[in-house]
């Protein structure tokens, strides 16, 4: 079973990769991420956003699905806090993926 | 004549940022006022309303615990929560910049939210962050007004006195910190640099 450390560290590769890359997501809940990961990267890393956010919004409308809000992805629990992922996404974009 | 300075209030952040602090009363169920400092992009965007940014940075007058689940959705789906890494310790803040910050026409029964002076806000910026900054933010590329000038002597002159008294340092003769002279501050690192040795 994998530690909290490693789930974290896999999702950040996947979001980071997705958001380099701008692949479409393999499930609502990836989407989701993706669109969630999308609002904290706008700032300060505008195409990234915007590749993962279009990524997200062509799943749903493709599969017909209403994405979750945002405060519901926190409190299901696809993120736990959200200035350390932004902190570990920013990091993750800039290349360093563990500290 | 000066005028007063308008924050724009209309916008979808600030609908947002509102019951964003409707939220934070409600879940820490709180019983007495408390102010909240405003920095940084959500500063920027109450006296711009040009940059859009997602977290806010804020301090407040008393202790408080903030939740870490509590964010927000706007009207227009942009996403917004309170950033607890902020720390006003880390930038370069002028000793009077709580004194200075400007009370908006936001808030709640029990908050009072107050944004930092631009000349504040543009500190902050000139003195920590990186050249790529987003556009839209205070000061940008600006040229230094001569009030900025003195404040930015003032908290610099303020924060080499407080590495001094990290280091052990004693300066001056029981007066303000911010009011130590030169003589004072070459005395110090004189002694610091022995110290060291």
């Known amino acids: ?99 | 004549m000066v005028e007063h300075i308008v924050f724009g209030t209309d916008s979808d952040l600030v609908a947002g940022l509102r019951k964003l602090l409707n939220e934070l009363e409600k879940r820490i169920a709180l019983r007495e006022p408390i102010k909240m400092f405003i920095a940084g992009g959500m500063a920027v965007h109450l006296y711009t309303q040009a940059r859009v940014t997602t977290d806010v940075d804020a301090e407040f007058s008393k202790r408080i615990h903030l939740p870490l689940d509590l964010l927000i959705e706007t009207e227009d789906g942009n996403m917004l929560y309170f950033d607890p890494t902020y720390n006003s310790a880390f930038a370069l803040m002028h000793e009077d910049y709580l004194d200075d910050a400007i009370k908006t026409p936001l808030g709640t029964e029990h908050i009072e939210v107050y944004a930092l002076s631009p000349i504040v806000g543009w500190l902050r910026r000139q003195c920590g962050r990186p050249s790529h900054e987003p556009s839209g933010c205070v000061g940008n590329g600006a040229q230094a007004p001569f009030p900025l000038t003195r404040r930015r002597q003032q908290a610099l002159r303020r924060r080499r006195l407080q590495r001094f008294q990290a280091q052990g340092v004693v300066v001056g003769q029981r007066r303000g910190v911010g009011q130590a002279g030169g003589a004072e501050l070459l005395q110090a690192v004189g002694h610091a640099r022995r110290l060291r040795r």
């Open chain 1, 1 to 99: 079973m994998l530690s909290a450390r490693e789930i974290e560290a896999n999702l950040l590769r996947t979001l980071v990769q997705a958001a380099r890359t701008g692949r479409c997501p393999e499930s609502d809940q990836e989407a989701d991420l993706f669109r969630f990961t999308a609002q904290l990267l706008k700032t300060w890393h505008p195409n990234e956003a915007s590749r993962l956010d279009a990524a997200a919004a062509n799943h749903f409308a493709q599969f017909n699905v209403k994405p979750r809000s945002f405060p519901q992805v926190v409190s299901d629990g696809l993120i736990v806090d959200v200035a350390r992922f932004r902190h570990a996404m920013e990091k993750g974009l800039a290349g360093i993926l563990k500290w």
